[in-house]
């Protein structure tokens, strides 16, 4: 199975900054990379595909980038609404597997 | 609109059974991977079972493989999942869930608000 590490495990962040979340999986994925974010009681929704392609709908905000084992998700400018655990999830090779997540809190 | 509507969640023994089922509208359902994923209270999420368009194909965790069972009726834009010989450990949120796969990638985009499965005495 292929093991997907998050990092950090949590930050503390202001409306307004630009925050990085890294994801690493433990073998080449090529692009094959999605991320998720989830708030408090909801279902995850996903943010961007294909490592660097944004979800329709999803503000341009969010991006994503990176190949083969090193992906990185960006928000350019912080809003309240983005307050949420984050997860990246291959789609390389069955079984699916999730990052364990980052949870953004408010600083 | 896209809906995902899943049922059949509750309080079961250990040793007991359960089957959940997920109602789809609003896109071809016929045409669609389907998968369930569970998250367990305060944790990650953690994929379950996939099965394929005509459900000529279909996938498992280890953690269920030989107690869980993936099915799904197109005619009725249903899936289903019959959980038997439950334990405290798949105690979770179960969503169900839709994998669009294109050339680059296979992303879950839509999901089911999710029905909570309790395993407990």
């Known amino acids: ?107 | 609109q896209v809906q995902l509507v899943e049922s059949g969640g509750g309080l079961v023994k250990p040793g007991g059974s359960l089957r959940l089922s997920c109602a789809a509208s609003g896109f071809t359902f016929s045409d669609s991977y389907m998968n369930w994923i569970r998250q367990a209270p305060g944790k990650g999420l953690e994929w379950v079972s996939y099965i394929s368009s005509s459900g000529s194909s279909i996938h498992y965790a280890d953690s269920v493989k030989g107690r869980f069972t993936i099915s799904r009726d197109n005619a009725k834009n249903s899936l289903y999942l019959q959980m038997n010989s439950l334990r405290a450990e798949d105690t979770a949120v179960y969503y169900c869930v839709r994998e669009y796969c294109s050339s680059t990638s296979c992303p879950f985009d839509y999901w089911g608000q999710g029905t909570l499965v309790t395993v407990s005495s």
């Open chain 1, 1 to 107: 199975d292929i093991q997907m590490t998050q990092s950090p495990s949590s930050l503390s962040a202001s409306v307004g900054d630009r925050v990085t979340i890294t994801c690493r999986a433990s073998q080449s994925i090529s692009n094959h990379l999605n991320w998720y974010h989830q708030k408090p009681g909801k279902a995850p929704k996903l943010l961007i595909y294909a490592a660097s392609s944004l979800q329709s709908g999803v503000p341009s905000r969010f991006s994503g980038s990176g190949s083969g084992t090193e992906f990185s998700l960006t928000i350019s400018s912080l809003q309240p609404e983005d307050f949420a655990t984050y997860y990246c999830q291959q789609s390389y090779s069955t079984p699916r597997t999730f990052g364990q997540g980052t949870k953004v809190e408010i600083k």
